[in-house]
């Protein structure tokens, strides 16, 4: 490993895979690699089989700046050498790794996803609010579960007697098996959740949505609204984007995907080229100078990204 | 330059008969492969290095369905041109010119 090795070397390795002459084999190296320089200058470009292909590679001129003293330059056009391995000897080289494969990871937490999501768009600052609501609530779900253990444990520090100091100890002990028994089979359970299709996961999420939502008195179900438009969703758009178009906010992306639920599984991942019904704006729920409206809409976002965080 | 032009080139800069090139040239394409799947370089003295890269994993989105792979680590061999190749390369077209 991490040997150096120079022509003398390369001709002593190829010494060993048949009797030629030491001298014989010295020349030809040396003209194999004289050749190649030659040729690489001659025509640019030289394909060697089992090996590879050189080719020079023009660079254009381009700008750039002094680091030390910030003077701007021009670095002038030049060439430079690539190379590319052939198919074989790449194999050769890769065979430590070889029966390693590309593995799809959609089954892991949703962070990583996110992150390896947001490279492809633009990133906004809203979408880093986002991200930082999104870890919020993350962690709020994971609190009533760390709480449940942390209170029990309260109780016993007022003694009102051995009695109810047993019992009480009775009940605590009850509770952390409940919870441990809890704990040891929810995994199962979780487990399951994000291997079920995405559908399923919508329809008993989204009545609880409607239900938080209620303290807003009315019942919004943008899915009933007039047409205002038919869009089609062209690559790199997003829901938020054409709220901002179509209802001057981007939080209002909510009521446009409640409109196009069947179409949209999730709205972090759209195709392109999905047609999106843009409903009209019924003025009492979505007004962008309304700071209400706003507000439900964001209370919207929140359950979603949550949702579609899983 | 195509492969059949290269052995007759080097065939000829190096005045062997044409089956002991045939023969050099499969031995040596092998020796270079050995010597890189050993984890070692090879220099060429007024070439160039050929040696191995690692490539760390990664992971990679496919843009239109949104799924994610992790691209395993591999190894690479590269090629670097020493450093008298690198300025004749550099130099190229300005020589012509």
Redesign the interface.
Known sequence: MNNKFLLQDLVQSILETNDLDKKEVETFVRAYFAVIERALFEEEYIKINDLGKFSLQKVEARKSVNVTTGEAFEIKAHYKLAFVPDVKLREIANKPFEHLEAVELDAEPELTQDEAINPNKPITKEDNIMEKKEKTVFVVTDKPAANEKKTPPAPPKPKKGKLVAWIVFVVIMCALIIFALYKTLSPDTKVQLPVDDVVTEIEPTTPAVEETSAPAPKVVDPSSWETLKVVRLERGKRLTLLAQEYYGNKVFWVYIYEANKDQIKNPNKILAGTKIRIPKADPAVINAKDPESVRIAQEKETKYRAQFSK | ???NE?IR??RL????KKE??V??????????????????????????TFE?KKKNER???N?????????????????R?GIS??N???????DEQ
């Open positions: 330059m195509r492969n290269f080139a080097v800069e190096s005045k062997l002991k090139t023969l050099l040239m499969e031995a040596l394409s092998a020796s270079i492969s050995k010597i890189l799947s050993e984890g070692d370089s090879l220099s060429i003295q007024g070439f160039g191995l992971l990679s989105v843009p239109s369905t949104g799924k994610r792979f992790m691209i395993p680590p591999k190894l690479l061999p590269v090629f041109p190749l690198k004749k390369v550099k130099n190229f077209g300005s």
